[in-house]
């Protein structure tokens, strides 16, 4: 059974961090891009960072580029979402995703998801 599991959202302070987990499991992580996404409530779903560590790709919204970093730990199948430097337009539900074959390019099609986690930053 493929999952795909957010956690470490919670509810922190403008400037603060958190470091969200995406932990996959059930297929060859290897062959899959991993994606974070985030949707705030009235808005439509927004691509926040993608890795496809098997041939180091790493990319990043311009919204987030310099406060986040993504990392992966292909040992035990996880994703890491660094994020710092929170703002409250960063409050949203944050998913991940898995693109088979994916190289992290705009549009691509993902083909798992996981249940998402909430973040809210407080001003």
């Known amino acids: 059974e493929v999952q795909l599991v957010e956690s470490g959202g919670g509810l922190v302070q403008a400037g603060g961090s958190l470091r969200l987990s995406c932990a996959a499991s059930?297929?060859?992580?290897?062959?899959?891009?991993i994606g974070w996404f985030r949707q705030a409530p009235g808005k439509e779903r927004e691509g926040v960072s993608c890795?496809?560590?098997?041939?180091?790709?790493?990319t990043y919204a311009d919204s987030v580029k310099g406060r986040f970093t993504l990392s992966s730990d292909n040992a035990k199948n996880t994703v890491y979402l660094q994020m710092n430097s929170l703002k409250p337009e960063d409050t949203a539900v944050y998913y991940c995703?898995?693109?088979?074959?994916?190289?992290?390019?705009?549009?691509?099609?993902?083909?798992?998801w996981g249940q998402g986690t909430q973040v809210t930053v407080s001003s």
């Open positions: 059930g297929f060859t992580f290897d062959d899959y891009a």
């Open positions: 890795v496809r560590s098997s041939f180091g790709i790493t």
């Open positions: 995703a898995a693109a088979y074959a994916g190289l992290c390019h705009a549009h691509i099609p993902y083909d798992y």
